[in-house]
């Protein structure tokens, strides 16, 4: 358990509709990262927050979203969803980004699957 | 970010050593090289990183050639747990994962 949760674990939906993934860090983590993982694309980096704040952004599409809030758990949201949306959705958390990069933690994952 | 190249899979037999090579030859001088393993669909999970010297921990030791281009994790007393994709990544600022090694340990 690497002491960072992620709701729903499982969420289906249809195209065109629009869904929230939470994610929860671990106790003093303040970074909190958003990675996608389909069977075509491998795992993708999609952004990162720090204590609030966007710090980096990857692969991350303009119908996607994502929010820290002041108790530092996050949320990632998926609008007019299309088929090729399905994935895993994977969150980490580290306590603070450096130069030189520190360890994150993962959760568990959201499995996404659009129909 | 520096890209990595690493063989698509190797087997490993059930208590043998397994070294899996990882190539970086366009690393910076400031660039981390960091290890993580993903068990089937379970989240990544961290291994070890490293900058220039070699490094051990509880779940494997990290050697590093002298011109940093290139990297081997070595996990000593591989089980069958340890079957799962190995990333290699450069860490420039942000983690990049490529295709892995899928190693597979076998009884």
């Known amino acids: 358990d690497s002491g960072v949760t992620q709701t729903p674990k499982h969420l289906i939906t249809a195209t065109g509709q629009r869904v929230t993934l939470r994610c929860s860090p671990r106790?003093?983590?303040?970074?909190v990262y958003w990675y996608q993982q389909s069977l075509d694309q491998g795992l993708q980096f999609l952004i990162q927050y720090y204590n609030g704040e966007e710090r980096a952004k990857g692969n991350i599409l303009e119908r996607f979203s994502a929010q820290q809030f002041p108790d530092l758990h996050s949320e990632l949201n998926l609008s007019s969803l299309e088929l090729g949306d399905s994935a895993l959705y994977f969150c980490?958390?580290?306590?603070?980004?450096?130069?030189?990069?520190?360890?994150?933690?993962f959760g568990p994952g959201t499995r996404l699957t659009v129909l | 970010d520096a890209k990595t190249t690493q063989p698509p899979s190797m087997d490993c037999a059930e208590g043998r050593a397994a070294n899996l090579p990882c190539n970086h030859s366009t690393i910076s001088g400031n660039e981390y090289v960091y290890w993580y393993r993903q068990i089937h669909s379970q989240g990544p999970q961290y291994i070890i990183h490293?900058?220039?010297n070699n490094e051990t921990n509880e779940m494997a030791s990290l050697i590093i050639t002298e011109d940093r281009k290139s990297s081997t994790l070595i996990l000593p007393h591989a089980t069958l747990r340890d079957t799962a994709v190995y990333y290699c990544i450069v860490y420039g600022n942000k983690l990049v994962f490529g295709a892995g090694t899928i190693l597979r340990v076998k009884s």
């Open positions: 490293g900058l220039k």
């Open positions: 980490a958390s580290s306590v603070a980004p450096t130069r030189r990069g520190s360890e994150q933690f």
């Open positions: 106790s003093g983590d303040l970074s």
